[in-house]
């Protein structure tokens, strides 16, 4: 006997149509055996059918993924069996168990290979109209302004090219140090002396062929600068320390004159993701902070000497950039909403340790944004 457990609703939707229909659990789908019950769970919902070496044979099926030509021959071939598994399947569609078909794209068979394991990650966000393929694409179209390509940049560039963001584009005036061996993503003791736009490029262009790579061997100084760079861009992140404050401010202006979002990281902290005119920005951010330091009523001029060179190892760096492009491809795809959205992230003894600050946009802002002016005024609705 078949058994929609909590959540289920609705008539089952008989999937079973054609004979090399791709049938198979998502991710975060569990297959249990409780009693005399193999019980398929995803998120506290549940179908259960009485088990039987068939039905157990059926349910690791599901699990690998089969086409349902061969889910049918498991379930065998009887009026019974046939109705039964027509009703499983129908159920496991009902409370989002089951991926999306495959459906025909225009992506390649390499692209397709090479995210097999991002679209199964994407599977689990699937909802109507919105498929793993659908969130993929929207990666591949995608374009990225990084503005510093050191030991944090160089590793949010790399991470958001193997995650499939299509175009990146980035600036950064240094070059290769030895001191940079120890934290920047793909360098290497040859690379020494090399301006970094130059060195990433190369080892960017032959990991990720099909990427579009736009790198500028350029030192920001003002918001006009980064607007004129990072105008047409989807998103910017900021990952530069120098100026400590100026270059954080520059890249909140710049969203702000460009109408493109941006998402920044460093002073131990990752966020808060700027959607202009609706969210919180680093503006918000600096003066929240000197408010409750109590310097803001002292007039503290914070960017007046610069910040002393700060020791690292590439776990820092590393875990900071997971985050930042974590969050980047949470808000490319809206496959789920970042966290950082009218809030940021502070760093702990555990490096990015979880713990969340709400931050609404703030009426003294100091590039004065306008976010407390926004009537959703929650970063939580915006897409």
């Not at 025909?104 to 199964?120: K, M, V």
């Not at 262009?205 to 989807?234: C, I, Q």
């Not at 408010?291 to 700060?310: L, N």
Request: glycine content about 10%; overall charge neutral.
């Amino acid at each position: 006997m078949l058994l929609a457990g909590m959540g289920a609703s609705g008539p089952p939707v008989v999937a079973l149509t054609t004979g090399d229909e791709l049938l198979r659990l998502k991710q975060d789908a569990m297959v249990v055996l409780i009693d005399d019950q193999i019980a398929f769970v995803r998120a506290r919902r549940a179908v259960r059918i009485t088990t039987s070496p068939t039905w157990e044979a059926v349910a690791q099926a599901l699990i690998e993924g089969t086409r349902s030509d061969r889910v049918r021959l498991l379930a065998g071939e009887g009026s019974d069996a046939s109705s039964t598994l027509e009703s499983l399947v129908g159920a496991l569609h009902n409370i989002g168990a089951l991926e999306a078909p495959p459906r025909e794209t225009r992506l390649s068979g390499a692209i397709l290979e090479r995210h097999r394991r991002t679209l199964r990650f994407f599977g689990t966000h699937e909802s109507p109209g919105v498929d793993r393929f659908s969130y993929l694409e929207r990666l591949l179209n995608a374009k990225v302004f990084v503005v510093g390509l050191g030991g944090v940049g160089s590793w949010i560039a790399y991470q958001l090219l193997m995650s499939g963001v299509g175009t990146v584009s980035g600036c950064d005036g240094d070059v290769v140090e030895m001191s940079n061996l120890n934290r920047t993503a793909l360098i290497s003791p040859d690379d020494v002396g090399n301006p970094k736009t130059e060195v990433l490029h190369r080892h960017f262009a032959e990991r990720f062929p099909d990427a579009a790579l736009n790198f500028s061997r350029r030192v920001v100084t003002s918001v006009e600068d980064l607007a004129d760079m990072a105008a047409g861009h989807d998103l910017i992140i900021g990952a530069a320390d120098q100026p400590y404050l100026s270059i954080r401010l520059w890249v909140s202006g710049a969203s702000l004159k460009t109408g493109v979002p941006s998402l920044q990281t460093g002073g131990g902290r990752v966020g808060p993701l700027f959607v202009p005119g609706r969210t919180s920005c680093a503006g918000c951010l600096h003066a929240a902070l000197l408010r409750s330091s109590g310097a803001a009523a002292r007039g503290a001029q914070t960017d007046h000497f610069p910040m002393p060179q700060v020791g690292t190892l590439c776990p820092q760096p590393a875990a900071d950039s997971a985050m930042v492009a974590l969050e980047a491809v949470r808000f490319l795809t809206g496959c789920t909403a970042p966290v950082t959205l009218d809030a940021y992230l502070q760093k702990g003894a555990g490096l990015l340790d979880g713990v969340v600050h709400e931050l609404p946009p703030q009426k003294d802002c100091v590039i004065s944004c306008g976010g407390h002016k926004s009537p959703t005024r929650s970063g939580k609705e915006v897409k």
